[in-house]
């Protein structure tokens, strides 16, 4: 059986077309699923995806909650 990589925050900013900084804010506002290494964050891709698929990393609902615009 195969684990799934794990990325890092600049990969997934990149895959969702957000600034690294924005990234960070997602994870401690939104929930964003990510699983901290030491100082580093590292996401699993299948579990950002379905995260932004249930709308848990949508920026109009971050926006309307004080967050970034």
Do not use: Q
């Not at 290494?37 to 971050?62: H, I, P, Q, T």
Request: glycine share 12%; hydrophobic share 30%; proline share 3%.
């Amino acid at each position: 059986m195969t684990t799934e990589p794990r990325v890092s925050v600049e990969d997934v900013a990149k895959r969702l077309g957000v600034a690294r900084d924005s990234m960070y804010r997602r994870i401690e506002g939104r929930g964003v699923p990510a699983h901290k290494n030491g100082r580093l964050w590292k996401f699993k891709l299948s579990e950002v995806d379905e995260c932004v698929r249930a709308g848990g990393a949508d920026a109009e609902n971050e926006s309307k909650s004080g967050g970034e615009r």
